[in-house]
């Protein structure tokens, strides 16, 4: 009896214990059920009406055809060997001009570089022979007649320019006609003639504006074809023959 009264007292609080858990249970089965029915229960009000549609076959092929909406890529080019040297010298060359341009000798070298571009491009415009520039007073030095070693009173300019004219020497032609200028005004006494003086020096000398003003001219195309070494075209010289002829008939009025 004691026994039986053990075992009752054993199991009397496990079977208390188990009755919330499968209250529980069930109380969680039956939510499930009804969640799953009001779920249904929204479906089958759901009454909206759907509409079919279908794609516009004649936009689509306007589409298509739009040539902005072709996002193909072009078909790609072999590099060749060329176009492979172009990108290294162009990589070459951005690296040298930033490396440079960080460095005081850098800029220098850089402002050098420009300097002598520019320099060429104006020769290049101009037609200049930069070689012949330097070797030009050597040239000079074998010519008959010197800048500082002549006596204009004892020349006779008119055979002189025709005889230069004739050899196709319009270089010296035009330098003679400069002297000649120079002669007409020493022999007036309205410069003096010496020749140690610069063109600008007889320039100054005169008080007629209208002298001043044609000798100038005649100094700049003398000092354009002499000094300069530039050729000179019979049209030019043509032009310089006008000026010379148009200020000696000042000159002498």
């Given at each position: 009896?004691?026994?039986?009264?053990?075992?009752?007292?054993?199991?009397f609080p496990a079977s208390?214990?188990?009755?919330?858990?499968?209250?529980?249970?069930?109380?969680?089965?039956?939510?499930?059920?009804?969640?799953?029915?009001?779920?249904?229960?929204?479906?089958e009000q759901d009454t909206l009406a759907v509409q079919q549609k279908s794609f516009d076959l004649a936009e689509i092929e306007k589409l298509k055809s739009d040539s902005d909406l072709n996002?193909?890529?072009?078909?790609?080019?072999?590099?060749?060997?060329?176009d492979r040297f172009k990108r290294w010298l162009?990589?070459?060359?951005?690296?040298?001009?930033v490396t440079a341009a960080t460095t005081d000798i850098g800029n220098l070298i850089i402002y050098i570089i420009a300097a002598i571009i520019i320099i060429a491009a104006i020769?290049?415009?101009?037609?200049?022979?930069?070689?012949?520039?330097?070797?030009?007073?050597?040239d000079q030095a074998k010519q008959n007649y010197s800048v500082f070693h002549e006596n204009i009173h004892e020349m006779d300019f008119?055979?002189?320019?025709n005889e230069a004219v004739e050899r196709k020497q319009l270089r010296l032609a035009t330098r003679l006609v400069f002297l000649h200028a120079l002669k007409i005004l020493s022999d007036k006494h309205l410069i003096d003639f010496n020749p140690g003086k610069t063109?600008?020096?007889?320039?100054?000398?005169?008080?007629?504006?209208?002298?001043?003003?044609g000798l100038n001219e005649l100094s700049f195309y003398f000092d354009y074809a002499w000094y300069g070494n530039f050729s000179i075209s019979?049209?030019?010289?043509?032009?310089?023959?006008?000026?010379f002829s148009d200020w000696r008939n000042k000159a002498n009025g």
């Open positions: 009896m004691k026994n039986l009264i053990f075992i009752f007292i054993l199991l208390l214990k188990a009755q919330p858990a499968d209250s529980l249970v069930m109380h969680s089965v039956s939510d499930i059920i009804s969640d799953e029915a009001q779920i249904k229960n929204e479906f996002y193909k890529q072009p078909p790609s080019v072999v590099e060749t060997l060329w162009s990589w070459l060359l951005n690296s040298l001009f020769m290049a415009l101009l037609k200049v022979n930069a070689f012949k520039v330097f070797y030009s007073g050597a008119d055979k002189l320019i063109n600008h020096d007889y320039v100054e000398e005169l008080s007629s504006s209208e002298l001043k003003t019979e049209d030019q010289f043509l032009k310089i023959k006008n000026v």
